[in-house]
């Protein structure tokens, strides 16, 4: 009898192992394999909307080519909280487009172009070089 109990023990413990790995272990193990095992990325580029954090997350609003998105991170929320603004161009690393991404990898974030002058203005009292 105490065969059988410890037989069915392990076998409930196997397939709670087995359910977790299935569940967690492509994001636990995802950052350790090379680019090219875990297949192709895209690079998606859109402007953002709107953000809104919330708690230990941040919402980023971005519109593409493809569509709307709604990013989702969870991780370096208060730098990233500071980094982006509405109005930014940011290019994303996704698997492909989606309407909901959950943590990608924030390849770039441009800031959208500022009216610049030529030259400084020169104020009236200030002496000005000689032209020949």
Sequence with gaps: MRGWLILICT???GIA???GLANRGPALIAPYLPKAVIGPSEHI???VVRKQRDGNRL???VTTAQGPMLVTFTQKVPDLDVLLDAGDTVTL???GYATFVDDPVLERVKEPARAQTSSPPSSPGAPQ???R
């Design 11 to 13: 076998f409930l413990v």
């Design 17 to 19: 192992v087995g359910v």
């Design 45 to 47: 580029e859109g402007q």
């Design 59 to 61: 919402l980023v609003k």
């Design 93 to 95: 690393v996704t698997l």
């Design 129 to 131: 070089a000689p032209t």
